[in-house]
């Protein structure tokens, strides 16, 4: 089975910044690849996927990029609705499985 | 407008039952597969299973966590999926989301529910 390893765990960064998180798959997923944004007491709401393209209504800010084994979702620049969890997940092999997530909370 | 309501959660005790519904509206629910991930406290997103549609003979699927003891099920006549759970392990505690796949049999969730939350507990 696959394992997805997100890092860092937490990301505490300023409004304006540039956030990078990183996602690692244990074996190639090509480009089967997606991320979420959960804000507490809410469900996961799907941002990219297929490693690049956004979801219907997700601003430009949010970019992905990569390949095999190794993602990355940038946010270009914080807004303050985007401090949240970020969750990869595979779809590449099943069964789907999401990545421990990465906490970008307020510095 | 696409909207899923989950229900049906609740405090079960280990070696018990439970069956949570997921309500659905906006969309031809019968043409779509549908999808239970849940989500224990402070915990990642795991999936649970998923059931298709009729065209694709109702198959369903399930992690191996729950594979056994879990069922869904669907009521097109509804625009309802189920999800029965059957000896309830207090790891099985968590809040559970229903949700509906972007495309025909893809593993990837466009539409989530606002979740319901099972407790196992003695």
């Known amino acids: 089975e696959i394992v997805l390893t997100q890092s860092p765990a937490t990301l505490s960064l300023s409004p304006g910044e540039r956030a990078t998180l990183s996602c690692r798959a244990s074996?190639?997923?090509?480009?089967?690849l997606a991320w979420y944004q959960q804000k507490p007491g809410q469900a996961p709401r799907l941002l990219i996927y297929d490693a690049s393209n956004r979801a219907t209504g997700i601003p430009a800010r949010f970019s992905g990029s990569g390949s095999g084994t190794d993602f990355t979702l940038t946010i270009s620049s914080l807004e303050p609705e985007d401090f949240a969890v970020y969750y990869c997940q595979q779809r590449s092999n099943w069964p789907p499985l999401f990545g421990p997530g990465t906490k970008v909370d307020i510095k | 407008e696409v909207q899923l309501v989950e229900s049906g959660g609740g405090l079960v005790q280990p070696g018990g039952s439970l069956k949570l519904s997921c309500a659905a509206s906006g969309f031809t629910f019968s043409g779509s597969a549908m999808h239970w991930v849940r989500q224990a406290s402070g915990k990642g997103l795991e999936w649970v299973g998923r059931?298709?549609?009729?065209?694709?003979?109702?198959?369903?699927a399930y992690a191996a966590s729950v594979k056994g003891r879990f069922t869904i099920s669907r009521d097109d006549s509804k625009n309802t999926a189920y999800l029965q759970m059957n000896s309830l392990k207090t790891e099985d505690t968590a809040v559970y989301y229903c949700?509906?796949?972007?495309?025909?049999?893809?593993?990837?969730?466009?539409?989530w529910g606002q979740g319901t939350l099972v407790t196992v507990s003695s």
């Open positions: 949700t509906r796949p972007i495309r025909s049999g893809y593993y990837l969730f466009d539409y």
């Open positions: 059931i298709r549609s009729k065209a694709n003979s109702y198959a369903t």
């Open positions: 074996q190639s997923v090509s480009s089967y």
